[in-house]
């Protein structure tokens, strides 16, 4: 109506102009007032016809309700345009960054991750390169896949589909997704993934490393996760059940070949209270089964291997504290040794604005009679360092860390990291 | 004693109308869902559970899509004081959250009440925190901890 009043309301002016005397800047004016009135003419032109639009396109309610009001018309449309506006269909991407800089006082060659090979005097490298995207089938179904470009030997990249998972979810206490995932084995594999931008630090714990990085444990695999909310009321009792193939495949600290373990299909359990009383606690653990070859003795002399998790996270308040143990124990199956070995990290850090000062203090302590894990055996040590973030898409790390290792000089490293998502 | 504020009074008892007892509400946060959502009331862990993401369906099994004003605005801050996190903290844990594939996408935030308003009637499972102020007809007004805004104890404050 407002339309109409206004029509009218410039027409009287315009008529008023008309009998005006007419010099030549009122022949402007009139000239200026026809053209708004046609302009709101055909507004008004616009909007009836959108109405009458979507009274006919819409069949059945032209059934029932043949003559529908049109400002009920005009909500329903509404409606519809802002879920069609608001609700996320597609594929939606987001990507994450980093450029490093890592000087290490290493005497003896060893492998570092990224594009660090023994003996490689280089300083600089990019690291992994992350694709995130994610699509919504329907309210209940979706799809995420995780494609990195990794930086290998001497500037030379590989593509590595770090996850892609089909999703489903019941309810809060049942949701299913099979693919490629990165394992529950640990708070940490579960939490940060590959992109270093959601990492407080500028590295992950060793033992949380991924295998083909050099880390200890099958942090990816192919199968099926079920998560879900447990009825425990205050307690905040969550589960996870994890059954898949491993297929770990890890390259030796010392630069020179690798260990493919020849996993079979490991089953994952876990279960951790997130307590009503204590917001950001999270208290649980895990525990992984699997069976793998000893190839230096056949393919068909296979181990159990068992790793069991414990950890106990605070993560609230600009607050982060995470600690997480393990227990990794490798047993022949027809009897003979076995192999236990532990390994821990806690970390500690707290925001002060954009400031993010970081402590986390590593150990890992191998079997040298294992054929796992004997290029690793006794290492621990501090890292400490902060992070700055100049907005929440840019942030730059820099970072310490000394490092004892058993029958080798100890490590000292400085690492400093840019991370960016987009 | 504070003096009644009129409209404010008016607001709420429309918006309280047929599906909670009328309070008198004078300042404070209101959590208001789609009028269809078979909830009345709802606990100060459950709803921070809700805002982090942690529970994702309605008991009657809608999904839960979470809207938000702005940052800076008086519903935004009542939202990190209720979860326990600053700005910063909250846009990087969704977006951590996502890249972990625990939520399809980070909660919408929106620049005005009357989209809030808009988009808790096309979606059955929304949720959104308004300033009792600001209550419109079409929100249906979740009591927290058994409380309304305004009653002694809510916790839910500007």
Redesign the interface.
């Given at each position: 109506m407002s339309c109409f009043y206004r029509i009218g309301v410039a027409l009287f002016l315009l008529s008023g102009m008309l009998f005006a005397q007419t010099t030549s800047s009122d022949q402007e004016t009139i000239r200026a007032l026809v053209q708004q009135v046609k302009e709101l003419q055909e507004k008004v032109a616009a909007l009836e016809g959108k109405q009458v639009s979507v009274v006919a396109t819409n069949p059945e309610t032209k059934a029932e309700t043949p003559v529908q009001p049109p400002e009920e018309a005009t909500?329903a449309a509404?409606?519809s345009m802002?879920?069609e506006e608001?609700e996320?269909r597609g594929i939606?991407w987001?990507g994450?960054g980093e450029v490093n800089y890592k000087v290490l006082n290493q005497r003896q060659p060893e492998l570092g991750a990224f594009g660090f090979v023994p003996g490689s005097a280089g300083n600089f490298y990019v690291g992994d390169f992350d694709l995130?995207l994610?699509s919504?089938i329907t309210?209940?179904a979706?799809v995420?896949a995780e494609v990195v470009i990794g930086e290998g030997d001497a500037q030379s990249f590989d593509v590595d589909l770090e996850?892609v998972?089909f999703?489903y979810?019941y309810?809060?206490y049942f949701r299913v997704?099979t693919g490629r995932y990165h394992t529950g084995i640990g708070y940490y594999n579960?939490?940060?993934?590959s992109?270093m931008w959601?990492h407080t630090m500028a590295s992950r714990p060793l033992i949380m490393e991924f295998a083909d990085d050099g880390g200890l444990l099958p942090t990816q695999a192919v199968g099926v996760s079920i998560t879900g909310?447990v009825p425990s009321g205050?307690l905040?009792l969550n589960y996870l059940f994890e059954y898949g193939s491993s297929d770990t495949i890890r390259p030796n600290l010392s630069g020179i070949g690798e260990t493919d373990e020849n996993n079979g299909n490991h089953i994952n359990v876990g279960l951790f209270a997130?307590p009503?009383a204590i917001?950001?606690l999270q208290v649980g653990g895990s525990f992984y089964h699997d069976r793998i070859s000893d190839f230096q003795l056949g393919p068909d002399v296979r181990l159990g291997q068992m790793i069991v998790n414990g950890h106990v996270v605070y993560n609230?308040?600009?607050i982060e504290f995470l600690n997480e143990g393990f227990w990794i124990r490798n047993a022949y199956e027809n009897g003979g040794p076995v192999y236990n070995m532990p390994a821990f990290y806690s970390q500690f850090s707290k925001?002060f604005g954009?400031i993010r000062p970081f402590f986390r203090y590593q150990y890992v302590n191998t079997n040298p009679n294992s054929i796992y894990h004997d290029d690793v055996l006794l290492r621990h040590g501090p890292s400490f360092g902060a992070r700055y973030?100049f907005n929440?898409a840019i942030g730059i790390k820099t970072q310490l860390d000394h490092t004892i290792r058993k029958g080798q000089p100890d490590l000292d490293g400085l690492q400093m990291q840019l991370v960016f998502?987009f | 004693m504070k003096p009644i504020n009129f409209k404010r009074s008016l607001l709420i008892a429309i918006a309280l109308l047929g599906s909670a007892p009328a309070a008198l509400a004078q300042s404070g946060i209101a959590v208001v869902v789609n009028p269809r959502n078979s909830q009345s009331s709802i606990g100060r862990g459950e709803l921070r559970k809700l805002f982090v993401g942690e529970k994702r369906y309605w008991p009657d099994g809608a999904p839960v899509k979470l809207f938000t004003r702005s940052a800076g605005t008086a519903e935004h801050d009542a939202m990190l004081k209720l979860i326990g996190m600053s700005e910063a903290e909250y846009k990087q844990y969704w977006r951590t959250r996502v890249y972990a594939g625990e939520a399809q996408s980070e909660p919408l935030s929106l620049p005005s009440n009357g989209m809030q308003r808009e988009a808790l009637q096309t979606f059955s499972g929304g949720i959104a925190l308004v300033d009792v102020v600001d209550i419109k007809p079409g929100m249906k007004i979740l009591k927290v901890d058994g409380k309304l805004p305004g009653e002694d104890g809510y916790p839910l404050q500007q």
């Amino acid at each position: 109506m407002s339309c109409f009043y206004r029509i009218g309301v410039a027409l009287f002016l315009l008529s008023g102009m008309l009998f005006a005397q007419t010099t030549s800047s009122d022949q402007e004016t009139i000239r200026a007032l026809v053209q708004q009135v046609k302009e709101l003419q055909e507004k008004v032109a616009a909007l009836e016809g959108k109405q009458v639009s979507v009274v006919a396109t819409n069949p059945e309610t032209k059934a029932e309700t043949p003559v529908q009001p049109p400002e009920e018309a005009t909500n329903a449309a509404k409606g519809s345009m802002f879920r069609e506006e608001h609700e996320i269909r597609g594929i939606q991407w987001r990507g994450f960054g980093e450029v490093n800089y890592k000087v290490l006082n290493q005497r003896q060659p060893e492998l570092g991750a990224f594009g660090f090979v023994p003996g490689s005097a280089g300083n600089f490298y990019v690291g992994d390169f992350d694709l995130y995207l994610t699509s919504r089938i329907t309210d209940k179904a979706n799809v995420l896949a995780e494609v990195v470009i990794g930086e290998g030997d001497a500037q030379s990249f590989d593509v590595d589909l770090e996850r892609v998972l089909f999703r489903y979810d019941y309810n809060d206490y049942f949701r299913v997704s099979t693919g490629r995932y990165h394992t529950g084995i640990g708070y940490y594999n579960s939490a940060f993934h590959s992109g270093m931008w959601v990492h407080t630090m500028a590295s992950r714990p060793l033992i949380m490393e991924f295998a083909d990085d050099g880390g200890l444990l099958p942090t990816q695999a192919v199968g099926v996760s079920i998560t879900g909310a447990v009825p425990s009321g205050s307690l905040g009792l969550n589960y996870l059940f994890e059954y898949g193939s491993s297929d770990t495949i890890r390259p030796n600290l010392s630069g020179i070949g690798e260990t493919d373990e020849n996993n079979g299909n490991h089953i994952n359990v876990g279960l951790f209270a997130r307590p009503r009383a204590i917001p950001g606690l999270q208290v649980g653990g895990s525990f992984y089964h699997d069976r793998i070859s000893d190839f230096q003795l056949g393919p068909d002399v296979r181990l159990g291997q068992m790793i069991v998790n414990g950890h106990v996270v605070y993560n609230a308040h600009g607050i982060e504290f995470l600690n997480e143990g393990f227990w990794i124990r490798n047993a022949y199956e027809n009897g003979g040794p076995v192999y236990n070995m532990p390994a821990f990290y806690s970390q500690f850090s707290k925001r002060f604005g954009p400031i993010r000062p970081f402590f986390r203090y590593q150990y890992v302590n191998t079997n040298p009679n294992s054929i796992y894990h004997d290029d690793v055996l006794l290492r621990h040590g501090p890292s400490f360092g902060a992070r700055y973030d100049f907005n929440d898409a840019i942030g730059i790390k820099t970072q310490l860390d000394h490092t004892i290792r058993k029958g080798q000089p100890d490590l000292d490293g400085l690492q400093m990291q840019l991370v960016f998502a987009f | 004693m504070k003096p009644i504020n009129f409209k404010r009074s008016l607001l709420i008892a429309i918006a309280l109308l047929g599906s909670a007892p009328a309070a008198l509400a004078q300042s404070g946060i209101a959590v208001v869902v789609n009028p269809r959502n078979s909830q009345s009331s709802i606990g100060r862990g459950e709803l921070r559970k809700l805002f982090v993401g942690e529970k994702r369906y309605w008991p009657d099994g809608a999904p839960v899509k979470l809207f938000t004003r702005s940052a800076g605005t008086a519903e935004h801050d009542a939202m990190l004081k209720l979860i326990g996190m600053s700005e910063a903290e909250y846009k990087q844990y969704w977006r951590t959250r996502v890249y972990a594939g625990e939520a399809q996408s980070e909660p919408l935030s929106l620049p005005s009440n009357g989209m809030q308003r808009e988009a808790l009637q096309t979606f059955s499972g929304g949720i959104a925190l308004v300033d009792v102020v600001d209550i419109k007809p079409g929100m249906k007004i979740l009591k927290v901890d058994g409380k309304l805004p305004g009653e002694d104890g809510y916790p839910l404050q500007q």
